[in-house]
């Protein structure tokens, strides 16, 4: 008889979460919640301002209490489960992740975008020389070729990385596609490999069957679904599933339900839906910072906002972009006045 | 170069979505939401009570409106779109469906349990003796093995109808099963496959692109996932996936993105998010009728609702055997009493 195939799950609504609520945890909800996912087995929560450690901010959005002590509280009520931390280099510093670890935490997520791997090494050797278990995060996976993304997984890697993630942070990646990438990494490196799934095109669930099935064995999931944009995989869906699927992942999956139910889900200001927004966002593959920039210069030009984002999708357009905005859509008024005049 | 893949598309917001809203919609909603999908290029929009042509009942629960005043409405702002109507033969009649055909309804689904399609006969034979195309809707499809719903299926067929539906009445199917169920009509059947999915397991998307994959042509969706459960496959979502896919369906993604946000939206009362219950229902893979019948006997009884609802799932229980549920609830008293004895 085949050993039973065993994922590896991280709980992200303490971290990914934090965007669906605009960084408003308090230390008494992550406690609360801390606890119940503990008590529920899961492996690894994550927990961090959404756009990682020290990411509070009026740029990112301010934080309603200090992540330090989150992690604090969180590291206070976990017996079994690891805690894990975010850092974007540029945002964070090994400064902030010295201070994660000697709070506890254990893991340390490295992300960066899916071509910049290299502003991670120096992170990635610092996490390592402190103790921790290190995931090198690849942010914005659909936007770069297969090959790309291999040998950016191959840097993180080199570094020392332990886990490599396909993070599809727009939800714009499609099921073959996550297979094709999940299959090649697989094959070019030899460290285990995860998937981070959104679900702005209601395809979380379908993408992480996928990833699992090419082999990814470290998966991201969020309870009750909180998380940016449409949220990511649902963890205590996902546990449904993968028990049907026969697939072990050590977690109670009632526990999971009553604490989505009575603990995470009084704590949602918004239901965690498709909107058009975040629709637009998955179709249009490009990072929701852009969705104010690009509603206004619709306004300004006359054209449609999707159109815009659509073809910023197109350029593969990079968080700090912004100004190619006004261009499109100006180019866009352009190309609209002929194509009007010549109908 | 091969032709490019078509799907075709119901639009089951102004039947199964119905449910959602506990049967409230009034003729100016169903007006509205005709005239926009209508202009979107919807080729079938659905309208009936959600459990069928003379579902309201107490029972079933009451429409707010006579649902032939919200056929005629629907029917009297589609100027391409063909309005399709649902019926249970049991609760609905020949007469309804003559009075809906009368009234402009094109289509008639003509909708069983997966094991019971013999008493669609009459039905599917009167609907095309007026002139109806015909589906047959074969509900609670994971609850048969694939060899029972392909002669179930083959009867439908030998009663005249045009086309077969899979229908995951309880969102409980994976994606394999959908494909598995799909493929052996496909080589069983020379009509038309169809797929109606529901999100319960977060899988609806998944299963419809399975359904597809395999052979499926006819396709149904909600729009803003306006069904009953978790809601169906989410119409604007899938149409901006098929997009991606390079599958045609002739509708307009851009006025369905925006039906669903400035019409749908502000009708829903509760968010179509995955709930405990929800979830739990798809994970057994029961009807939802059977819920508040669980979680009564499970207070009782003092045992968890859950573990009712999974044997009762086990068990293969269909609409009207509620009774089994105290059953159940007592043989897992008894059984829990013995396995706290023994250990």
Do not use: W
Request: hydrophobic share 45%.
């Amino acid at each position: 008889m085949p050993e039973k195939k065993q994922i590896i799950l991280t709980e992200v609504a303490l971290r990914d979460g934090s965007h669906a609520i605009a960084h408003q945890y308090t230390t008494k909800q992550v406690t609360a919640i801390a606890k119940g996912l503990n008590e529920a087995g899961v492996p690894y929560i994550e927990v961090s301002h959404g756009d990682g450690l020290a990411g509070s901010s009026l740029q990112y959005g301010l934080s309603h209490t200090n992540e330090m002590e989150l992690i604090e509280a969180a590291v206070s009520v976990c017996t079994t489960s690891n805690v894990a931390v975010l850092l974007l280099p540029g945002v964070g510093t090994v400064s902030e992740l010295k201070q994660a670890a000697q709070l506890g935490a254990r893991m340390a997520r490295i992300a960066t975008h899916v071509t910049e791997a290299d502003i991670s090494a120096q992170h990635i050797t610092s996490a390592k020389e402190i103790g921790m278990e290190v995931v090198g995060f690849l942010m914005m996976a659909h936007s770069a070729p297969t090959a790309k993304l291999v040998e950016q997984a191959k840097l993180m890697e080199s570094y020392g990385a332990d886990v490599v993630y396909v993070v599809d942070s727009a939800g714009a990646l499609l099921p073959h596609e996550v297979k094709d990438k999940i299959t090649a990494l697989r094959q070019h490196l030899s460290i285990d490999i995860g998937f981070h799934g959104h679900n702005n095109l209601s395809l979380a669930m379908a993408n992480t069957l996928a990833a699992i099935d090419a082999g990814a064995t470290r998966i991201d999931g969020s309870i009750r679904c909180l998380g940016a944009g449409a949220g990511n995989t649902q963890t205590e869906v996902l546990l449904a599933v993968l028990d049907r699927l026969g697939i072990y992942t050590g977690v109670d999956l009632y526990k999971m339900m009553d604490l989505a139910e009575d603990v995470i889900a009084p704590i949602l200001t918004v239901p965690q839906e498709i909107t058009r927004d975040n629709l637009v966002l998955g179709y249009a593959g490009v990072y929701s910072s852009f969705l104010l920039h690009a509603q206004r210069a619709a306004q300004k030009f006359g054209v449609d906002a999707r159109d815009i984002l659509l073809e910023i999708g197109r350029r593969k357009a990079v968080g700090g972009q912004e100004d190619m905005i006004v261009d499109v859509a100006a180019e866009l008024a352009q190309g609209k006045e002929t194509s009007h005049a010549n109908r």
